[in-house]
C-alpha cells in the first residue's frame, strides 16, 4: 500500500489522504482547511499536486471516504470530478445537505453511497470497514482499510490508541473495535493532525511521528 498525505499531517483540519494498492486509489477525507477566509476563492485551497493531477487525467480516484460531516474532512468533496464516487453515513450526508447554505462550497455531490457502520464494503482492491465513533459531529466514523495483507486505520485516538491501555479497552468494547483490533491484526494508524501531546493525554498512547 502506497499513502500520501495531501494534508494534515502537521495541522488540525483540511485534511486528505490518498492511499494507493495494485491499480486502486482511494481519498479519505477532502476537508476545507481551518483557516479558510471565506474572501479567499475555493480553488486556492485545494491540495494543488493532487487537482492537477486528478485535472491532467494522470489519476484515477475509486472512491472518496468521508468520516464525519464537518467541514475541514468533507468541505472540499465538491471540488472532485463528479464521476467519483463518494462513501459517507447517511446521518452525515442529511447534515451535510441540511447546512449547504452556510458552507462557502454549496456544489452538490451527485455521486453518493452510503456505508453502514460495521458493515464492511469494497472499493477496488480496498476492503474498508466503517466504525462509529466519538466525536462532536453525529455519525462520525473511523475505517479500517484492508489490502494486500496490510491495515490501515484511519480515525481519531480512539482507532489508533494503544491497544492494552485501559482507556482503549473500553473503548473499544463500547464502540465495538474488539472485533477487529483485539490483537489478531496489525494496524497502522493514522489520524488527524492532532499534536502528539494531545494524543498523549488522550490514550497514553506510545506515538511516534
Ligand atoms: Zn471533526
Redesign the pocket.
Known sequence: MKLIIHRGAHKVGGSCVEISCGGSTILVDIGLPLDFDSDESIESCLPQSLFHTLRQGGKLIDGVLLS?P?L??YGLAGQLPAAIPVYCGKASWDLMNATAHFSPNKVPLPNVEHFEAWQEFQIGKFTITPYLMD???FD?YGFLISADGKNISWGRAAVTGQYDSDWFQKRAQFWGYNDVFGGKKKVIGIT?GQSQETLHRWAGLAFHA
Do not use: L, R, V
Request: aromatic share 0%; hydrophobic share 10%.
Open positions: 464525519h464537518h475541514d474532512h466525536h462532536s459531529a462520525s488527524c
